[in-house]
């Protein structure tokens, strides 16, 4: 399939990120000829301003709605706006900028509706018990579970542009329990991270980010985990009667 390149943004979710959103924005436009939209998650710097110099087109939220609520506000957008393709970045300069053609593949060859760029040998044992345990609690087998650096097909936007979505706190498993309850296909591609420029992990950086973390995440997985036993139980059901 031909890139159509009008068709994507990317979506930068940033907060008091002036020391690199600038950098970042002008490498993807450098590399490629799409839109960028930055949502400024109630910057008390000039990380709107930076942006908007650097080319990207900026959404300035009155109050911080963290994360998840910054890229959904963006998705909303894409949704709105007709686009096909949307992947998120972080404004830190962690992700390869090149990595953006790795995960327009698979999408654009119709092997799924959501590519991961992964890179799970990253991160602290903290993070990496983490992933373990939701591993195990949500049943999903994939590597990286908290990577900001993903591609969603238009499918995918719909989905997590509705209210449904809005419900959640975080990027990472929520979502991924959504997408995988909606029956999307997703996989991951390799890809490099590098260490971050400014600042630090909304979630790996106190014991209290974390611990809010586990338990919010904790109760979805086990959710999840309910909702597919319950579905196993119904279907059992359903073929001793068909028997």
């Not at 930055?38 to 990207?56: E, H, P």
């Not at 980010?209 to 959710?223: D, E, K, Q, R, S």
């Not at 909702?227 to 359903?238: A, D, G, S, W, Y």
Request: proline share 3%.
């Amino acid at each position: 399939m031909t890139i159509m390149y009008d068709s994507i943004i990317i979506l930068i979710p940033a907060k008091n990120e002036v020391n690199t959103v600038g950098q970042v924005v002008a490498q993807i436009i450098q590399r490629f000829p799409v839109t960028v939209m930055v949502i400024d998650d109630a910057s008390t710097d000039q990380t709107a301003q930076v942006a908007r110099t650097a080319g990207a087109k900026v959404l300035s939220l009155s109050c911080s709605l963290g994360a998840w609520g910054a890229i959904q506000t963006g998705l909303r957008y894409a949704s709105t706006h007709n686009f096909q393709i949307a992947i998120t970045m972080d404004a830190d300069g962690q992700h390869e900028i090149d990595a953006i053609s790795d995960l327009l593949a698979p999408i654009l060859a119709g092997q799924s509706e959501v590519v991961i760029g992964a890179c799970p040998q990253r991160g602290s044992l903290l993070r990496h018990f983490a992933w373990s345990l939701f591993r195990k609690l949500s049943g999903l087998v994939l590597e990286d579970l908290t990577s900001g650096l993903r591609a969603y097909s238009r499918p995918a936007i719909t989905l997590l542009a509705s209210p449904v979505a809005t419900l959640l706190e975080y990027q990472d498993l929520g979502v991924l329990i959504l997408l995988h309850q909606a029956g999307l296909r997703v996989q991951e591609v390799p890809t490099l991270m590098y260490p971050r420029r400014n600042g630090h992990s909304r979630i790996f950086n106190t014991w209290w980010a974390v611990g809010n973390y586990m338990l919010h995440t904790g109760i979805l997985c086990l959710a999840h985990q309910s909702k597919r036993v319950h579905q196993i139980t119904k279907t059992n059901k359903l073929t001793k009667v068909a028997k």
